[in-house]
């Protein structure tokens, strides 16, 4: 069973740049969630996708925009990027919307830094 | 929304110890409340989770306690190791529907040999 990946694992971009970060889900996994966690903070949620659908948004300007592909990876974009957007991104990935095990399997992360 | 506060914000305990670790929510329909431990530059693990139809759960040295009422959960860590030493995040989440999870801002625990 492989577990999520993702990538790159760090990279840095200045302000008013694109960026792109991408996410393999555990085998088996149809639902992808991604948080944003700034340093010394918890994970704050930014959105999920579902069966390549958005399902459920977290308090994120529109600048942030996901895609979810038929093999349920999934893709971040940030827009315009701003200093603050410096963060570990986390991907987490579960089987289903509705469960019986709530359990999130996160990645590794990757560590945007903007200058 | 939900809102989940964590303290203490920093905890260092010696060896052998017990720790413990609170948060409280503020949404009283979340039902699921999972702990997870994030190692230095690795990724969130879940250690132990509870459900709003249990008061205490335990697995070998944690253990996991919820007040429905007051709205509050812990997390109890005894004869605390060195490897115990890492960022603790409580969550709350409203199971079965698909919602977010919301997590505290995480307590950074410290095991001192």
């Known amino acids: 069973e492989t577990g999520v990946t993702q990538s790159p694992t760090h990279l840095i971009k200045t302000r008013g740049q694109q960026v792109t970060l991408r996410c393999s889900s555990q085998?088996?996994?149809?639902?992808v969630s991604w948080y944003q966690q700034a340093l010394g903070q918890g994970p704050q949620f930014i959105f999920q996708?579902?069966?390549?659908?958005?399902?459920g948004r977290g308090n994120f300007p529109p600048r942030f925009s996901g895609l979810q592909f038929p093999n349920y990876s999934s893709e971040l974009n940030v827009n315009a990027l701003e200093l603050d957007d410096s963060a570990l991104y986390l991907c987490?990935?579960?089987?289903?919307?509705?469960?019986?095990?709530?359990?999130?399997?996160f990645g590794e992360g990757s560590r945007l830094t903007v200058l | 929304g939900e809102n989940v506060e964590q303290h203490p914000s920093t905890l260092s305990v010696q060896e052998g110890d017990s720790a413990v670790i609170k948060c409280t929510y503020s949404?009283?329909?979340?039902?699921?409340f999972p702990w997870y431990k994030q190692e230095l530059g690795k990724r969130p693990q879940l250690i132990i989770d509870?459900?709003?139809?249990?008061g205490e759960k335990k697995d070998q040295r944690i253990a996991v306690t919820l007040n429905k009422t007051a709205k509050h959960f812990s997390l109890h860590i005894t004869e605390t190791q060195p490897e115990d030493s890492a960022v603790y995040f409580c969550?709350?989440?409203?199971?079965?529907?698909?919602?977010?999870?919301?997590f505290g801002t995480g307590t950074s625990l410290t095991v001192i040999p």
């Open positions: 085998s088996g996994h149809n639902t």
């Open positions: 949404d009283s329909a979340s039902n699921y």
């Open positions: 969550a709350a989440n409203l199971l079965n529907t698909g919602n977010q999870f919301y």
């Open positions: 996708y579902y069966r390549e659908e958005e399902n």
């Open positions: 987490a990935s579960r089987w289903g919307l509705a469960g019986t095990s709530g359990e999130l399997f």
């Open positions: 509870i459900r709003s139809n249990v």
